[in-house]
């Protein structure tokens, strides 16, 4: 029973470039979240998602910033004209439903380093 | 909003002892769930311990235990008999009730020495 599946582990990209990084949730999950995790701080949300739909995306930066979840395959965060800024490590995490009967499982999170 | 604070960026104790990390939160809700989540330098994301508001009696798990004070908003984790597989980051976090986002401590870095 695989846990949360992230890829790539270490991500490197020039200024400029899009970075991508994907997320399988655990069998079963359809409720998916992002958090970003800047060095030595903590998790902070970005965005949640559930099949096709985003639910809130109240932490995603407004602009550069997109994620999706489609019916079949990875939920996607994609990252556009990266920045140093963007420098951080990218959790998924998933869950079954909302709410604390259903906790959330991390994957072990996608390093980007933006050169 | 909800906030949560983590007071000490980092501790070292020696192996067998005990340690306790600090958290205070917060919130203007009555219902809400606190958690402990310990990071090893895997980056791994492990749920450590959890505690409903609403109960009164503090969560345990084998060595570890909470100190939930409610009144006064903190939420502090014990660590009993320190193993040196405890080294990690430990990061207190918060929960609504019903809501979605859980918010995080910016986190204690614990070292436990030989």
Redesign the interface.
């Given at each position: 029973n695989a846990g949360v599946m992230q890829n790539p582990r270490h991500l490197v990209r020039r200024r400029g470039q899009e970075a991508r990084l994907r997320c399988s949730p655990m069998k079963g999950h359809s409720h998916v979240?992002w958090?970003r995790q800047l060095p030595?701080?903590?998790?902070?949300?970005m965005v949640?998602l559930q099949k096709e739909n985003i639910?809130?995306e109240?932490?995603m930066p407004k602009e550069r910033f997109s994620a999706e979840f489609p019916k079949e395959g990875p939920s996607i965060l994609r990252i556009q004209q990266v920045v140093r800024g963007d420098s951080a490590?990218y959790?998924c995490?998933s869950s079954s439903g909302?709410?604390?009967n259903s906790?959330?499982h991390?994957g072990?999170?996608t390093?980007l380093t933006v050169t | 909003a909800q906030t949560?604070t983590q007071s000490q960026?980092e501790m070292s104790v020696q192996e067998a002892e005990t340690v306790t990390l600090s958290c205070t939160y917060d919130t203007s809700e009555s219902n809400y769930?606190l958690f402990w989540y310990k990071q090893p330098p895997?980056?791994?994301?492990i749920?450590v311990i959890?505690q409903?508001a609403y109960k009164q009696q503090n969560a345990t798990e084998n060595r570890f235990s909470v100190n939930f004070q409610k009144a006064a908003k903190s939420f502090s984790l014990k660590i009993s008999d320190s193993q040196l597989g405890d080294t990690a980051m430990y990061?207190c976090?918060f929960?609504k009730?019903?809501?979605?986002?859980?918010?995080?401590?910016?986190?204690t870095r614990l070292h436990i020495l030989p």
């Open positions: 979240y958090y030595e701080e903590g998790l902070k949300f949640y639910i809130d109240s932490g490590a959790f995490a909302t709410g604390v906790p959330l991390f072990n999170g390093r | 949560v960026p769930y895997s980056r791994q994301m749920l959890r409903e990061f976090a929960i009730n019903r809501d979605d986002k859980i918010i995080f401590g910016k986190g």
